[in-house]
């Protein structure tokens, strides 16, 4: 990988880790039923949609997320890949880290898991399926993503030959 697509990785890491934050100040009011910031704002009762289970999901996604891109972004330069398979591991690594990161921060505002086409054992609806589709992408994105960071490793590793 070069540099520039290293940096965009980085970048990007930094992005879905202020996202987890964010997502992670809406669970911590979930959880507490009301905007606490004593002494900044006084507390104000909320009622924020979703379940436990969803905000901890969508907020440990984006730490997840984001930490991964911040390690391809380190380690990037140590794979050995061509230039268009580098591109498509930078390509893939983004679109798997945000369409798994989005649709989780999204989910509980809806009431939705997105795990099954019309839900499955966990309930319908439009935003469930609008979750599941985008879940694709994702899905195919993170296995290419291996594939070439194996390809990668491997190489390095037989170029970096046998221990001496």
């Not at 992005?15 to 006084?42: A, C, D, E, H």
């Not at 436990?52 to 991964?68: F, K, V």
Request: aromatic share 10%; hydrophobic share 55%; net charge positive.
């Amino acid at each position: 990988m070069n540099e520039r697509q290293r940096q965009i990785l980085i970048l990007n890491g930094v992005g879905l880790l202020v996202g987890s934050v964010l997502v992670g100040w809406v669970f911590f009011f979930f959880l507490l039923k009301q905007v606490v910031l004593w002494p900044v704002v006084p507390s104000m009762p909320v009622e924020i949609p979703g379940d436990e289970r969803g905000w901890r999901m969508a907020h440990m996604e984006g730490i997840t997320h984001g930490l991964l891109l911040l390690a391809l972004g380190a380690v990037g330069g140590r794979l050995r890949l061509g230039v268009r398979a580098a591109k498509a591991l930078q390509w893939a690594a983004l679109v798997q880290a945000w369409l798994f990161f989005l649709p989780a921060a999204f989910g509980p505002l809806v009431g939705a898991r997105g795990l099954a086409f019309g839900g499955g054992p966990f309930g319908g609806g439009v935003a469930n399926d609008l979750m599941y589709v985008s879940g694709w992408p994702a899905v195919i994105a993170v296995h290419v993503m291996l594939v070439l960071l194996a390809v990668g490793a491997w190489r390095g590793l037989r170029e970096a030959g046998a221990p001496r």
